[in-house]
Nanobody, 121 residues
Framework: QVQLVESGGGSVQSGGSLRPSCVVV????????MGWIRQAPGKSREEVAK???????TYADSVKGRFTIPKDDARNTAYLQMNNLKPKDTAMYYC???????????????RGQGTQVTVSS
């Protein structure tokens, strides 16, 4: 069983940055495809960014060039570096993990409790 613990959301003005983190408790995260999904009120869950077991990264078109997914192997921790935030990025952000063979379906994997990100104009 994988336990994911997020922290580091918050409220910022448009153009600001945030860097939520996700600690993986239990198996090393290297065994999983890791990433972040988000859900805004009244909208469906959206995959934001992910990193596969080989280190390859994928980003939603809406965040390319603004978000990255760095990680710290020693701390079993993944981050979501969010720069140039926009009001449309406002959502609950969830760390997610899934077995590598199912990496294309990260939304269906394990999730943390979520951390709120609010961007004001």
């Amino acid at each position: 069983q994988v336990q994911l613990v997020e922290s580091g959301g918050g409220s910022v003005q448009s153009g600001g940055s945030l860097r939520p983190s996700c600690v993986v408790v239990g198996p090393t995260y290297k065994n999983y495809c890791m990433g972040w999904i988000r859900q805004a009120p009244g909208k469906s869950r959206e995959e934001v960014a992910k990193i596969d077991r080989e280190g390859g990264t994928t980003y939603a078109d809406s965040v390319k060039g603004r978000f990255t997914i760095p990680k710290d192997d020693a701390r079993n921790t993944a981050y979501l570096q969010m720069n140039n935030l926009k009001p449309k990025d406002t959502a609950m952000y969830y760390c997610a993990a899934i077995e590598p063979i199912f990496c294309n379906d990260l939304i269906s994997g394990y999730r943390g409790q979520g951390t709120q990100v609010t961007v004001s104009s």
